[in-house]
């Protein structure tokens, strides 16, 4: 059988195209392109090149229209036995080519070119073409003449012309040979003989018969020529009758020659214009030669030559001739049954082109399995040839059926099948795809089928001795195959891949990459999704939304600095696998990757961190990684993992290799756009003196310094600092004055940043453990979550400055350090309560009112005062008594340390002037020192006082004036919660100026925070410590009020010692005593009373009335209306007759009328009818007898 | 029973779903291959005879050698319930496609089978052996 039969074939000349010499590989075939230009040649063309010798037997050549057809045959073949009966099959030309400049020997040129025709007998015209020859050997040549011709070196088109001319010559001096045999046949009547005819000795019966099929032989003959010759009317005339004499004589083969080359003259004639009449008629025709071929086999000559492959040629030219996809389902009959013929044939060879042919024509039809199966087949027989070359065409032609297969080398891929692509990209981006076109992804996979065609390639690539193919077949076979794969079998693919590897060059890259599985995976830093999707549900709501935010999360990377990118890879098979190196592949070649080496064990997964350096600003992909494994380079994409794992979960891929490694399930994530930055500065930090946590106990202050260093290769320009994280209020300062004034940092600049702490309070949870503990030294760190953080904001100078177009508003990317502040915080001094204490001294009755301490005193003049208790004692201004006001605080130190304690109360500047200390600058009182040693109790007493308003005025109750003032007594209710909040603001004033700090070793102090508990206590009492009574009374002497007028109201006069003035204002018995009450309104309305003055005794008799009186009075002393004008005061004199002496007191009373709403709220009266009944403190006097 | 048979269901996109070898002869490992490659190449066959009629049953539709391809299409076009067999049991062949086509629909009816993936139900199995022991 001949390879690519059509039912044109008849008419092509069969030309051997031989090298002559060496010629190289290269050039020959590109000569023999050349050649193949002109294998239809025009007959109006040669007619230059023929002359008539005699008169032509082709009467009816076509000379404007027809032409001559050639056929090249590279290599020449060997005679066919069935030349004769098919004229085509006859080698009828020669072409020798020769390349002048490898054979310089024009002579022995010749003598090889005579001594390779000779080897085709058959040969009619025999010319040598020699390119590319030499001066020399142009002389040389033009003298030589004959069969050489030289194709003097020019230009490609100059050279085409020249080998068109030649043809046309050729093929001229074919046509006046095939006229001459022609002519000579006619007359003598060639014996003509087939295979098919018996060579044994002919009985006389069979030569009669033989004699008359000779006639008919001959015709089908001459038809033949006619047809090479391009007159198919002459063609159709000879076999018209030749069909007629071979039917006469039964020979049923020539017939079906005969009737071959008719319907071939047809399709000539018709120039290739199909109708379907035509179509019909060659359907019609070529079924009777297909019978007719059937009908010539001899039983006899069976084992021996059977016109078999006849009809099967037949069968397939018919078959290539209809070979459309309409017609797809007669051509699959044709090809079936010509598939059928291949058992019965006996030559392997003509089988291999059999099958070769049905694997074209089915590739033609678009029946591409069809084609993969039959070629695959063809792959079959080459193999079972033992030699290399059939390995590699066997190699080579299962290669053309991978992609039937789906078994494709991933080089062959890539421009193919874009949809592919953009499914997979599609897929990284969405997340979630449609199970639709995730299977698209595992189309056609029929794994037993492309297990065995990746074997018999890994088998012919071996074979062939291609190292590269059989690494490739044996990686894409273990890679996807494993699961079906025994231990045994994935060994030997290991082996095969490692023996091919040797013969490979070092650094190979091959476009299929075996094992190990690769998957980029979450950074564990996004945990909580992770964390979300271990959960006991099958469904948690966050899950999804989380996985398109990571998916979509872009980083960005800095130019110099190192980065990391976790992998994980899965060695599902039962060998050690050792990668030699794998690094990140980079395509945009701006990252410098690291190699690293890894050992994966038998069935085992691992992860890895693969790391890198950006070299240049841009984007990077990183698609996936290249492995150096088994001896060969090979890239693996994250995708294609990616994809693999999606079709595991939808069962379409026999398994996950991750999951069959056992590797718990991490989330695995597609590398997100990655853009470049330039280099930015790097500060690190470094807390000055350890980094480890810093023990605090509560309320601790703490001084930190925290010292950044520029670790990067720019200078810092801008920096910000913030907090963030719990217990922010803990940090009391940053200096990030100091950050500032030290920028720009230099690279390798370091700056030392102090940060002020106080310890936190002390979390419950910690302090009942330390308690179960037994001792309070239990060094328990707290929670790193509590730890306050500090975030320090910073970035480089401004890139590009010199190009503003490019950075038109792009602000340079910055960066953030974290600093955590490790603070353990322990208890320390626990507070137990708070309660206040006040205490009222009675006054003496002196001549002077008594005068109230300012806290103008200074407090150095304090501080030389010989007793400093004595301060504490003052007088109250606005109720004349002394009094004495502390809030004792017991505190506790369960700590094995020794605390000491500081009061001090911290006066601020005030802009408002009703404040006492108002004229005042700052000023802290130190009081002295309490020391609490370790687990012991103290109780610790501060001095409220200061905190007096001048005034009892609507201020405070602001709110509850205006309430009265829209509609006065509406609500009480309101108004009482008006007051409260105004208390309250109030409380949290006063405070807040009262600072408990204690001090623990040298470097130990900070401050108890304490408030709550201050409120607590004085929450009660606070308008007793706030406000001052409406009301002030005192009692003087008159005499010494007279001596020394006006000097009660000086508020500058000098500090003089109480006592000493109380012990001028003694009183003798006996005597008429002037007195006066002087009363002050401490408000700012004007209050209508009546007042009235008792004097009681010792044993608290009233003494001034009843009938047992000891003091006798002049003036009025009940009931005595008065009206004191706004902040003024009155007096009300009197006089008293002590008749005993001994200790009297004296306490005023008045009963106030009209009273307004901020007496009342002052007296904390219920309703508005009950009497508001002031009274003022007592008044001591000490009556001395005149003795 | 058949001596040779080899039934294949081919889901939409070409896949085989489900591959069963149920004839009698003793298996061979290359003769299975060899089926696989029979049925895979007659899809190219089945795909253009499918659109021609509105058969469900496409009778004989391929054959290599003594090795005839039978192919029954379900309503959608999509899956494709192939048989290789070597015997010319048109009516059993016909009988033992509309079981299987049953069959595979239950095992679409159950909501945790994926359609388009592997089946990989042993009473599926089971019962397809059952029916070609019975049918063919």
Redesign the interface.
Known sequence: MEPDVSIETSSMIRVAVLPIGHVPPVLLRDYHSMLLRHQTIPLSAISSFYTEHQKSPFSNQPWDSGSLRFKFILGGAPPSPWEDFQSNRKTLAVIGICHCPSSPDLDSVIDQFDSARRAYASALVDRCFAFCPGDSQLEDGSKKGGNLMLFPPADRATQEFHLQTMMQDIAASLLMEFEKWVLKAEPAGTIVKTPLDSQATLNSEEVIKAKKRRLGRAQKTMGDYCLLAGSPVDANAHYTTALELARLTGDFFWYAGALEGNVCALLIDRMGEKDSAVEDEVRFRYNSVISHYRKSFIQEHAQRVSPLTFELEATLKMARFLCRREL??EV?GYL?SA??GA?SLIDASDRLVLYVEIARL?GTL?????A??FS?AVAQLYLQQDNRLAAISAMQVLAMTTRA?RVQSRASITEDSPSKKEIGSSLAEGGKML??SV??L?????S??QM?VLREILLSAVRAGDPLAAWGAAARLLRSYYPLITPAGQNGLASALSNSADRLPSGTRCADPALPFISAIQQEKTGGAGAANTGPFIYTPFSKGDANTNTKQELIWIVGEPVQILVELANPCGFDLRVDSIYLSVPSGNFDAFPVTVNLPPNSSKVVTLSGIPTSVGTVTIPGCTVHCFGVITEHVFKDVDNLLLGAT???VLSDPFRCCGSARLKNISVPNISVVPPLPLLVSRVVGGDGAIILHEGEIHDLWISLANAGTVPVEQAHVSLSGKNQDSVISIASEILNSALPLRPGAEVTLPVTLRAWRHVLADADTAGRSGSGSTVRHSKDGSNPTLLIHYAGPLTNIGDPATNKSDVPPGRRLVVPLQICVLPGLSFVKARLLSMEIPAQVGGNLPKPVHIEDSPTEALSSPTKMDRLVKIDPFRGSWGLRFLELELSNPTDVVFEITVSVQLENSSHDHRLSGDRDAAEYGYPKTRIDRDCSARVLIPLEHFKLPVLDDSFFVKDNQADGANSGRNSSFSERNTKAELNASIKNLISKIKVRWQSGRNSSGELNIKDAIQAALQTSVMDVLLPDPLTFCFRLSRYALEEPENSSSHNSPNVQVHSDAAKGSVLAHEMTPMEVVVRNNTKEKIKMSLSITCRDVAGENCVEGTKATVLCSGVLSGITVEVPSLQEIKHSFSLYFLVPGEYTLVAASVIDDANDILRARARTKSSDEPIFCRGPPYHVRVVGTA | MATTACFVIVSRNDIPIYEAEVGSAAKREDAAQLHQFILHAALDIVQDLAWTTSAMYLKAIDRFNDLVVSVYVTADIHTRLMLLHDSRNDDGIKSFFQEVHELYIKTLLNPLYLPGSRITSSHFDTKVRALARKYL
Not at chain 1, 366 to 370: A, H, T
Not at chain 1, 442 to 446: D, H, N, P, V
């Open positions: 797809a389902k699959v079936t598939a059928d058992k089915y678009g029946y591409q399995r069809k993969a199966f695959r297969y199970h639709q299977v698209s595992f189309e056609s996979q029929w037993t089928l065995v939808q069962g379409l």
